[in-house]
DNA sequence: AGGCTAAAAGGGGTTTTTCCTGTTTTTTAG
DNA sequence: CTAAAAAACAGGAAAAACCCCTTTTAGCCT
């Protein structure tokens, strides 16, 4: 009898290529592959047989996607064990998936024989090792990663994505039919929200949050 | 008797997959994984055994690694086929792959059956199909794209860096111990070379570009 | 109806950026 | 060594960005 695995990854070339990998596995089997936490959702629900023992959810994806996923797998689903996957780096994020009930992550540069040994540590002892740390992690860097659950309004978001753009913020103001001033009262705000002195800071902010992808 | 596959990524897990999955295809079989072009230049001389019929190379190697090998498989090893693999989106990248003589690529969002019906196709066609069409490609967009080979000075590069953060130029400048106006005209004639308009639009080619990751 | 709150808009100021025009200094090549 | 090229530097002006603080507007509440 073999463990049952889910992968979670926007990009399909990736998610089928872990499939296959974790396929070679001896005691593991991929179930399905998803493409994002919407399609988890519609699988886990279809039918009770399709619930996995581990979810692989690659860190990356668009719009906080990975951490929301985590986070409904684990109050609607408290069996499975998440795993995250940050195939590219992703700063904070990770330590929102920790937060959020992942029970570990994996890094790019991970071996295969090193997933393999996660994904028997997580079956035989309920954890992998990275658990141990990061309750540690997260208070350590508490200051700084774990209250910043920064909430965006729909206007911020597309002011956000439009400042990651050559336009002037007047050109932004006609693009959002809006005033000028209030594409000012915007900015001001998300930069004291997100503590940055200028636009390239909230640029590099929306990049590094998926929020805009270059 | 299988075709030979060789997979270049820097991303351990990544190369590792892939090798995973196309050790699924009947006809293909991987020789060996490499995390950059050094490597590959090192087990190519080695022995003439490590030459494989197909090189499957990640687009996203940090500072055109990706190009460099191409060019150095397609000069020194002509009977190589090489199959560029963008995991993540790369611009004008990838045409320079295909100048430098890839014989195709493939996106992220690729099914599993593609990567094995384009390599089947290299091997018994000699081609991908995208290769029709990366002349007209090149062609087409050539005026923006390849004779955009913008060389940088070292000053240049250390500059677009420094603009990706929320520096001021007048702080810029007391780091890279110039005057203010040495950075203004760095600033200026990187905006004509580039043609971008602003600082924003400075940032978002160095990150494309793969000069400063976020 | 009055009061509360949040989004939108505005006034007016300083600083930084952008875009010209140059000049001086340093490097390079013959 | 010298002419030419490249790199560093500058003055000044206009635009954009940044900052603080106030007012209007719109929706909600009981």
């Given at each position: 009898?073999?463990y049952s695995?889910?992968?979670?990854?926007d990009?399909t070339?990736?998610?089928?290529?872990?499939?296959?990998?974790v396929?070679?596995?001896?005691?593991?089997?991929?179930l399905?592959?998803?493409?994002?936490?919407?399609?988890?959702?519609?699988?886990?629900?279809?039918?009770?047989?399709?619930?996995?023992?581990?979810?692989?959810?690659d860190?990356?994806?668009?719009?906080m996607?990975?951490i929301?996923t985590?986070?409904?797998?684990?109050?609607?689903?408290?069996?499975?064990?998440?795993?995250?996957?940050?195939v590219?780096?992703?700063?904070?994020?990770?330590?929102?998936?920790?937060?959020a009930g992942?029970?570990g992550?994996l890094?790019?540069?991970?071996?295969k024989?090193v997933l393999?040994?996660?994904?028997?540590?997580?079956?035989?002892?309920?954890?992998?090792?990275?658990?141990?740390?990061?309750?540690l992690?997260?208070?350590?860097?508490s200051?700084?990663?774990?209250?910043n659950?920064v909430?965006?309004?729909?206007n911020?978001?597309k002011?956000m994505r439009?400042a990651?753009s050559?336009l002037t913020?007047?050109?932004i103001?006609?693009?959002?039919?809006l005033?000028?001033k209030?594409?000012?009262?915007?900015r001001?705000?998300l930069?004291?929200?997100?503590?940055?002195?200028?636009r390239?800071?909230?640029?590099?902010?929306a990049?590094?949050?998926?929020?805009?992808t270059?």
């Amino acid at each position: 009898m073999k463990y049952s695995v889910v992968v979670v990854d926007d990009h399909t070339l990736l998610s089928q290529a872990i499939e296959s990998m974790v396929n070679t596995f001896d005691k593991f089997k991929v179930l399905y592959t998803c493409k994002n936490g919407g399609e988890v959702q519609e699988k886990f629900q279809a039918s009770p047989r399709n619930i996995p023992d581990i979810v692989l959810v690659d860190v990356n994806m668009p719009v906080m996607n990975g951490i929301e996923t985590t986070e409904w797998i684990v109050a609607n689903y408290p069996n499975v064990h998440v795993l995250a996957l940050s195939v590219e780096d992703a700063d904070g994020t990770i330590l929102k998936m920790l937060k959020a009930g992942a029970i570990g992550y994996l890094l790019k540069d991970t071996q295969k024989e090193v997933l393999e040994k996660a994904l028997l540590e997580i079956m035989e002892n309920g954890f992998y090792h990275t658990r141990n740390v990061t309750n540690l992690l997260l208070d350590s860097v508490s200051g700084k990663s774990s209250k910043n659950q920064v909430n965006f309004k729909e206007n911020e978001i597309k002011f956000m994505r439009l400042a990651c753009s050559e336009l002037t913020y007047k050109e932004i103001a006609e693009r959002m039919f809006l005033s000028p001033k209030t594409i000012d009262g915007y900015r001001d705000s998300l930069f004291t929200k997100l503590d940055v002195r200028n636009r390239v800071g909230l640029v590099m902010y929306a990049i590094k949050n998926k929020i805009f992808t270059p």
